[in-house]
């Protein structure tokens, strides 16, 4: 017998898109953090009208809403709290339309974001922001968190990409946040909307920026023998008044667990390694790679290797965004922090990341954005071990501890989510979190929007958040 | 004057009006001429040229960041019409320069925001990190304000290598902007293209007529969506490939959709109104 809820769900969608038997329970209790909760129904819209139905439905019957994706957020932020309605948006996967006079698409929040770049290829443009996922995540989920990438130095995150979206909000109603002309009227609700991990509404339609392909790109591998040269290298460049389109960091332990694992020629003893890209026109682009390579050159590099074609290319990148494949063949599983620091401080904290992994006996991998200062140790671990998590955390909690005492935050990337809601209040105040709970409220007066999620509990007076057992917040 | 007596100064009640230079006092009406005037503190607090940030305060002119960045080689790319401006001004009015085209809108840039909100509070707004996603993006919310949701006092903002060479060029008819790689500024009076290329001195060689500079910007200004700009009839200047018009006359006033939330915005940051009433962030 279904209960009121899903026979009301299944009413308004189609019975085979409403789920609410054990395994879906399970399957979308989680998304790629290691926190879980439990949904009271999950249900997959494929249209606006829809989206709004089920959020009237929940809030009918007393539940309230979480919004996801493809569930490849890593803070935790689909994460079912409060026994929620959880709002799949992968049936929504439809390019709607695109410009190629104006360089932009409306999307589904479904699309993912690689199916977009291979859908404007042959127009020579692409969707920038490129997370590590992009194979497997969703612009909605881009857009809900801002997401990042590596080519993000150069050409901004997600939300310089985001030029209007449709949003359900928490009451049903449809609000349009920004537009397709430079300056929409009123306060930038577009902006606020981007990188609010799914606690001020669904987004449904997503109109977003395309970029040309670059003519001209050069893709450098320098090697250091030390981490402080490699560091000192990517200030030398940013000093020097480049900006390259990626500006990548991997250690020594990664650098050695990728070469076993894709063979891209990696130097095995180097302490890091840099993988620099620059883009273009020729001229800017040849001068930019050379005096990247003096720069590094200067700071102490080894060798320095220029991707003699794509295909190299192609191999140098792959070695980079199979690390976390690569890890898995090490041991069973790993806890990815996601951190930002001032650029001048990298060495520093990333020799403190290891510290703090020697005194819990846990091995400390990065491989990250070092042209943003985004750090991303990873703490490689076995879970079947006896206290092997509490002491993942107790290492985690002093990575963040450490970063934001040099004037680093929580997240450059991945959100705050679930995972990091509780350590908001180690980067801002009472009034500040007053502040950002006032602009939730703008969209979610009643706080029935992904609960729980990125403020901590009482950042403003009356609301009461429940939080999963057994999650690490 | 510290950031704290700045706060105390704004206060918790009677209707303020942040002031700079007055370059852009027009924008979104006048102030109630009974406000108390309270004008943000200057300087430049900090900067690192490896960063490529900047810690500056409100009331410090967009002409001394400048020379304080091209010492080394770094901008911000926010071109007010006034060198005079204020950077909270630039940030409160929210208009992007002519760059915007390569550079993005004035939004992009500001990473971290001390504001005073309507009850006195100092507020920290962002981090003074180039990429952040650590709560709600209410620096966003700020640019553009008009100075009715808080007040600026300090903010952390992006630099940017200041280009090696940079030309302005101009030829008749419409130019395609997409046949031009990365141009920082193309412009279109209805007639005349005018083109801004920044970058190594080889790549922004063009075979057209070198000009000083763009034609002098009508006052006010509009929003459209830029393929609809070759459409234009009058005396204007477009920003090709941005959307803004440049006009003589003052453009209709647009409303946002679901003006009730916007209303929300200002009711939940500033309850009693006291903050630069008159002014519309239309
Ligand atoms: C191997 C791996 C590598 C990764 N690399 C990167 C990387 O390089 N850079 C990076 O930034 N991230 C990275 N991530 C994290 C993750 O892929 C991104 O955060 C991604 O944007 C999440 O998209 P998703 O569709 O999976 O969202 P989900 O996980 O489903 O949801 C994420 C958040 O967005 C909200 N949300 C989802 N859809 C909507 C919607 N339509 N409207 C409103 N809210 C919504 C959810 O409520 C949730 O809070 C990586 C993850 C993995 C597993």
Redesign the pocket.
Known sequence: MPSALVADLEAALAPARVRAEPLAMTLYGR??SVLEGTPAAVCFPESTAEVQAAVRIARAHGHPI??????????G??VPVGDPVVIV?TRMNRILDFDVEDRMAWVE??VL?LDLSRAVAHLGLHFAP????QQ???V??????N????HCLAYGVTSAHVLAIE?VLPDGSLAMLGGLDPDPPGYDLRGLFVG?????????RIAVRLTPVPSTVRTLLADFTSVEDAAAAVSGIIAAGIVPAALEMMDAEITKAVEAYVHAGFPLDAAAILLVEVDGRPAGTEADAAAVADVCRANGARTIRVAADLTERALLWKGRKSA?GAIARIAPNYYLHDTVVPRTRLVEVMNKVYEIGARHRLVMMNVFHAGDGNLHPLIVFDRREPGAMERVHAAGTEILEACIAVGGVLSG???I?LEKRDYMSLLFGPDDLDAQARAREVFDPDGVC?PA?VLPAGARCGDLQRVPEGAWI | MDLTAFAAEVGADGPVVPVGSRTQWDVGGAPDPDAREVKAPSGIVAYEPAEMTVRVRAGTTMAELDAALTEHGQMVPLDPRSADATVGGVLAVGQSGLRRLRYGPVRDTLLEARFVTADGRLVKAGGPVVKNVSGFDLCRLLVGSLGTIGVLAEVVLRVQPTPKASKWYRREGLVDHRTLHRPSAVLWDGGTSWVLLEGHPVDIALGWDEVEGPPALPRYRRSLRPSKLPMLTGRFVAELGVGTVHLHDPPPLAAPDRPDLHARVKELFDPTGRLNPGRRVA
């Not at chain 1, 997401?147 to 590596?150: I, L, V, Y």
């Not at chain 1, 609010?196 to 449904?204: D, K, N, P, R, Y």
């Open positions: 998304d790629a979480v919004p996801r994706g493809s569930g490849t957020g890593l803070a932020g689909a948006t929040p479904g974001n490129d997370p590590s996922s497997s995540c969703s909605g989920g881009n857009v809900a968190n997401s990042g990438g590596p949003v609010s991990e799914g606690t001020m509404g669904i987004a449904t976390f990337e991945h959100g989510g992904n999620k």
